[in-house]
Protein backbone atom coordinates (compact mmCIF):
# COMPACT_ATOMS: atom_id res chain seq x y z
CA UNK A 1 0.00 0.00 0.00
CA UNK A 2 1.69 3.25 -1.03
CA UNK A 3 2.60 5.90 0.85
CA UNK A 4 1.76 9.85 0.26
CA UNK A 5 3.24 13.05 1.09
CA UNK A 6 1.25 15.38 3.28
CA UNK A 7 1.99 18.33 5.51
CA UNK A 8 0.34 19.26 9.05
CA UNK A 9 0.03 22.56 9.83
CA UNK A 10 -0.08 23.19 13.83
CA UNK A 11 -0.49 26.62 15.67
CA UNK A 12 1.85 26.53 18.50
CA UNK A 13 1.15 29.39 21.56
CA UNK A 14 4.79 30.28 21.61
CA UNK A 15 6.05 30.33 17.54
CA UNK A 16 2.69 30.79 15.72
CA UNK A 17 1.70 28.76 12.63
CA UNK A 18 4.51 25.94 11.86
CA UNK A 19 4.32 23.34 9.22
CA UNK A 20 5.64 19.46 9.65
CA UNK A 21 6.17 17.37 6.51
CA UNK A 22 4.80 14.05 7.15
CA UNK A 23 3.94 10.78 5.20
CA UNK A 24 0.53 8.83 5.65
CA UNK A 25 -0.23 5.36 4.41
CA UNK A 26 -3.31 2.85 5.20
CA UNK A 27 -7.05 3.03 5.24
CA UNK A 28 -8.91 6.17 5.70
CA UNK A 29 -10.98 4.34 8.31
CA UNK A 30 -7.90 2.55 9.99
CA UNK A 31 -6.61 2.26 13.44
CA UNK A 32 -4.83 5.25 14.09
CA UNK A 33 -1.04 5.19 14.62
CA UNK A 34 1.58 8.04 15.04
CA UNK A 35 5.11 7.20 14.12
CA UNK A 36 7.91 9.98 16.02
CA UNK A 37 11.28 9.29 14.85
CA UNK A 38 14.56 9.98 16.56
CA UNK A 39 17.91 11.61 16.01
CA UNK A 40 19.49 11.29 12.99
CA UNK A 41 16.64 10.48 11.03
CA UNK A 42 13.55 11.87 9.50
CA UNK A 43 10.17 9.66 8.70
CA UNK A 44 12.23 7.58 5.93
CA UNK A 45 13.15 5.23 9.48
CA UNK A 46 9.80 3.85 9.35
CA UNK A 47 9.50 2.73 5.79
CA UNK A 48 10.30 -0.34 6.60
CA UNK A 49 7.16 -0.42 9.32
CA UNK A 50 4.68 1.35 7.67
CA UNK A 51 4.02 -0.82 4.75
CA UNK A 52 2.88 -3.90 6.71
CA UNK A 53 1.05 -1.94 9.60
CA UNK A 54 -0.85 -0.15 6.75
CA UNK A 55 -1.73 -3.62 4.53
CA UNK A 56 -2.64 -4.50 8.43
CA UNK A 57 -5.48 -1.90 8.42
CA UNK A 58 -4.16 0.46 10.45
CA UNK A 59 -3.42 4.45 9.11
CA UNK A 60 -0.09 5.33 9.61
CA UNK A 61 1.06 9.12 10.29
CA UNK A 62 4.83 9.72 9.94
CA UNK A 63 5.80 13.18 10.72
CA UNK A 64 9.29 14.72 10.16
CA UNK A 65 9.96 16.53 14.03
CA UNK A 66 10.44 19.71 15.42
CA UNK A 67 13.92 21.09 13.71
CA UNK A 68 13.70 18.18 11.00
CA UNK A 69 10.81 19.95 8.81
CA UNK A 70 11.79 22.89 7.01
CA UNK A 71 8.68 24.88 7.77
CA UNK A 72 9.31 23.81 12.06
CA UNK A 73 12.95 24.76 11.72
CA UNK A 74 13.07 27.82 15.27
CA UNK A 75 16.16 29.22 16.13
CA UNK A 76 15.86 29.44 20.15
CA UNK A 77 17.09 26.04 21.51
CA UNK A 78 13.78 26.49 24.18
CA UNK A 79 11.85 25.64 21.51
CA UNK A 80 12.87 21.89 21.35
CA UNK A 81 12.71 21.39 25.10
CA UNK A 82 10.44 18.11 26.01
CA UNK A 83 7.12 20.57 26.48
CA UNK A 84 7.04 21.89 23.16
CA UNK A 85 7.49 18.65 21.02
CA UNK A 86 4.77 17.12 23.43
CA UNK A 87 2.61 19.56 22.00
CA UNK A 88 3.41 18.92 18.49
CA UNK A 89 2.63 15.58 19.18
CA UNK A 90 -0.88 16.25 20.64
CA UNK A 91 -1.23 18.81 17.56
CA UNK A 92 -0.35 16.36 14.96
CA UNK A 93 -3.00 13.79 16.63
CA UNK A 94 -5.28 16.17 16.22
CA UNK A 95 -4.37 18.05 12.83
CA UNK A 96 -5.85 15.07 11.12
CA UNK A 97 -8.84 14.64 12.71
CA UNK A 98 -8.19 11.41 15.33
CA UNK A 99 -8.86 12.06 19.12
CA UNK A 100 -6.14 9.33 20.08
CA UNK A 101 -3.59 7.19 18.04
CA UNK A 102 -1.74 3.88 18.86
CA UNK A 103 1.98 5.67 19.39
CA UNK A 104 5.30 4.27 18.62
CA UNK A 105 8.43 6.35 18.98
CA UNK A 106 12.18 5.52 18.30
CA UNK A 107 14.99 7.87 20.16
CA UNK A 108 13.94 11.14 20.62
CA UNK A 109 10.39 9.90 19.31
CA UNK A 110 10.43 7.27 21.89
CA UNK A 111 11.22 10.28 24.74
CA UNK A 112 8.10 12.30 23.18
CA UNK A 113 6.06 9.35 23.15
CA UNK A 114 7.09 8.49 26.44
CA UNK A 115 6.20 11.91 27.67
CA UNK A 116 2.65 12.28 25.87
CA UNK A 117 1.38 8.93 27.04
CA UNK A 118 1.95 9.96 30.44
CA UNK A 119 0.53 13.44 30.12
CA UNK A 120 -1.92 12.64 27.78
CA UNK A 121 -3.25 9.19 28.15
CA UNK A 122 -6.24 10.37 26.57
CA UNK A 123 -4.73 10.63 23.40
CA UNK A 124 -2.64 7.33 23.40
CA UNK A 125 -4.24 3.98 22.94
CA UNK A 126 -1.09 2.40 23.55
CA UNK A 127 2.89 2.93 23.18
CA UNK A 128 5.54 0.93 21.47
CA UNK A 129 8.95 2.56 22.90
CA UNK A 130 11.99 1.60 20.76
CA UNK A 131 15.58 1.87 21.68
CA UNK A 132 15.14 4.73 24.60
CA UNK A 133 13.38 3.95 27.45
CA UNK A 134 11.48 6.02 29.93
CA UNK A 135 13.09 9.35 30.88
CA UNK A 136 13.01 8.55 34.65
CA UNK A 137 14.68 5.16 34.14
CA UNK A 138 17.24 7.08 31.94
CA UNK A 139 17.99 9.79 34.28
CA UNK A 140 18.27 7.46 37.05
CA UNK A 141 20.85 4.90 35.00
CA UNK A 142 22.62 8.32 33.88
CA UNK A 143 23.33 8.97 37.56
CA UNK A 144 23.89 5.56 38.88
CA UNK A 145 25.27 3.40 36.45
CA UNK A 146 28.90 4.19 34.93
CA UNK A 147 27.50 2.10 31.93
CA UNK A 148 25.22 4.54 31.04
CA UNK A 149 27.35 7.71 31.80
CA UNK A 150 29.84 6.57 29.28
CA UNK A 151 27.28 5.19 26.40
CA UNK A 152 26.25 8.79 26.75
CA UNK A 153 29.06 10.63 27.08
CA UNK A 154 28.98 11.58 22.90
CA UNK A 155 25.75 13.70 24.15
CA UNK A 156 28.27 16.58 25.57
CA UNK A 157 29.50 18.19 22.29
CA UNK A 158 25.85 17.91 20.99
CA UNK A 159 24.56 19.43 24.06
CA UNK A 160 27.17 22.42 24.72
CA UNK A 161 27.88 23.30 20.87
CA UNK A 162 25.55 22.20 18.33
CA UNK A 163 26.29 24.23 15.65
CA UNK A 164 30.49 22.69 16.02
CA UNK A 165 29.32 19.31 16.53
CA UNK A 166 26.98 19.82 12.77
CA UNK A 167 30.05 21.12 11.42
CA UNK A 168 31.92 17.83 12.71
CA UNK A 169 29.39 15.81 11.25
CA UNK A 170 28.61 16.98 7.79
CA UNK A 171 32.53 17.79 7.17
CA UNK A 172 34.20 15.76 4.22
CA UNK A 173 30.79 14.60 2.62
CA UNK A 174 29.18 13.86 6.22
CA UNK A 175 31.74 11.43 7.35
CA UNK A 176 31.09 11.31 10.91
CA UNK A 177 27.55 11.21 10.47
CA UNK A 178 27.75 8.21 8.35
CA UNK A 179 29.83 6.38 10.94
CA UNK A 180 26.78 6.54 12.92
CA UNK A 181 24.64 4.68 11.31
CA UNK A 182 27.00 2.35 11.15
CA UNK A 183 25.80 -0.87 8.86
CA UNK A 184 22.73 -1.00 10.25
CA UNK A 185 21.09 1.49 7.67
CA UNK A 186 20.44 0.88 4.30
CA UNK A 187 23.02 2.72 2.03
CA UNK A 188 20.56 4.42 0.32
CA UNK A 189 18.98 5.54 2.90
CA UNK A 190 21.93 6.47 4.82
CA UNK A 191 22.86 8.86 1.77
CA UNK A 192 19.27 10.25 1.93
CA UNK A 193 19.79 11.33 5.01
CA UNK A 194 23.59 13.03 4.62
CA UNK A 195 21.76 15.10 1.63
CA UNK A 196 18.81 16.02 4.02
CA UNK A 197 21.09 17.33 6.63
CA UNK A 198 23.13 18.98 4.12
CA UNK A 199 20.78 21.48 3.84
CA UNK A 200 21.68 25.00 5.82
CA UNK A 201 20.80 24.85 9.04
CA UNK A 202 19.19 21.00 9.46
CA UNK A 203 21.95 19.73 11.24
CA UNK A 204 22.17 22.19 13.31
CA UNK A 205 18.67 22.28 13.97
CA UNK A 206 18.08 18.11 15.14
CA UNK A 207 20.62 18.51 17.49
CA UNK A 208 19.14 21.32 19.28
CA UNK A 209 16.74 18.43 20.60
CA UNK A 210 20.00 17.63 22.87
CA UNK A 211 20.78 21.10 23.62
CA UNK A 212 17.10 21.80 24.63
CA UNK A 213 17.56 18.72 27.55
CA UNK A 214 16.15 19.05 30.75
CA UNK A 215 16.35 16.85 33.55
CA UNK A 216 13.34 18.54 35.15
CA UNK A 217 11.07 17.88 32.03
CA UNK A 218 12.54 14.07 32.01
CA UNK A 219 11.17 14.21 36.12
CA UNK A 220 7.98 15.81 35.09
CA UNK A 221 7.52 12.07 33.19
CA UNK A 222 5.20 10.06 35.33
CA UNK A 223 4.13 6.88 35.45
CA UNK A 224 2.74 5.37 31.83
CA UNK A 225 -1.16 3.07 32.50
CA UNK A 226 -1.88 2.18 28.75
CA UNK A 227 -0.52 -0.11 27.32
CA UNK A 228 2.99 -0.31 26.32
CA UNK A 229 6.14 -2.53 24.85
CA UNK A 230 9.58 -1.25 25.25
CA UNK A 231 12.27 -2.83 22.33
CA UNK A 232 15.54 -2.77 23.09
CA UNK A 233 18.36 -4.01 21.66
CA UNK A 234 20.77 -5.62 23.76
CA UNK A 235 24.09 -4.70 21.68
CA UNK A 236 22.86 -0.89 21.73
CA UNK A 237 25.51 1.74 21.74
CA UNK A 238 24.09 4.47 23.35
CA UNK A 239 21.05 2.43 26.44
CA UNK A 240 22.16 0.08 28.59
CA UNK A 241 20.68 -2.87 30.28
CA UNK A 242 19.82 -0.72 33.12
CA UNK A 243 18.40 1.96 32.16
CA UNK A 244 16.12 -0.18 29.20
CA UNK A 245 15.50 -3.02 32.57
CA UNK A 246 14.33 0.30 34.44
CA UNK A 247 11.56 1.10 32.67
CA UNK A 248 8.59 -1.17 33.67
CA UNK A 249 8.87 0.45 36.86
CA UNK A 250 7.64 3.42 35.40
CA UNK A 251 4.33 1.52 34.03
CA UNK A 252 1.32 1.24 35.77
CA UNK A 253 -0.55 -0.54 32.81
CA UNK A 254 -0.18 -3.57 30.99
CA UNK A 255 3.95 -3.59 30.10
CA UNK A 256 5.98 -5.81 28.33
CA UNK A 257 9.87 -5.57 27.47
CA UNK A 258 11.28 -7.14 24.02
CA UNK A 259 15.26 -7.44 24.27
CA UNK A 260 16.45 -8.14 20.52
CA UNK A 261 19.71 -9.84 21.04
CA UNK A 262 22.74 -8.81 18.46
CA UNK A 263 20.48 -6.14 17.90
CA UNK A 264 22.12 -2.27 18.80
CA UNK A 265 20.05 0.81 18.15
CA UNK A 266 18.57 1.48 14.93
CA UNK A 267 16.15 -1.23 15.46
CA UNK A 268 13.34 0.18 12.74
CA UNK A 269 16.03 -0.20 9.86
CA UNK A 270 17.38 -3.59 11.62
CA UNK A 271 14.67 -6.02 12.81
CA UNK A 272 11.38 -4.03 11.76
CA UNK A 273 9.18 -7.21 11.81
CA UNK A 274 9.86 -6.27 15.95
CA UNK A 275 8.45 -3.48 15.65
CA UNK A 276 5.24 -4.10 13.05
CA UNK A 277 4.79 -7.04 16.15
CA UNK A 278 5.07 -5.07 18.68
CA UNK A 279 2.40 -2.63 17.95
CA UNK A 280 -0.19 -5.04 16.31
CA UNK A 281 0.25 -6.97 19.09
CA UNK A 282 -1.10 -3.62 21.47
CA UNK A 283 -3.59 -3.06 18.79
CA UNK A 284 -5.24 -6.30 18.51
CA UNK A 285 -4.70 -7.51 15.65
CA UNK A 286 -2.28 -10.55 16.84
Not at 158 to 179: H, W, Y
Not at 253 to 262: A, R
Amino acid sequence: MPSESAELILDDPVLGEIVLDAVVAGPDDGEPVLLLHGWPQSSLEWSRVIPPLAESGMRCLAPDQRGYSPGARPDDVAAYELPGVVRDAVGMIEAVGWESAHVVGHDWGAVVAWALAAQHPERVRSLTAVSVPHPQAFNRALKSDPVQWKKSAYMALFRTAPGKAAKVLMADGGKRLREVYGDAVHPDDVQRYVERFADEGAMEAALRWYAAMDGEHFKDVGPVAVPTTFVWGADDVAIGAQAARGSGEWCTGPYSLVVLNGRGHWIPDEEPEAVVAAVLGLAGFR
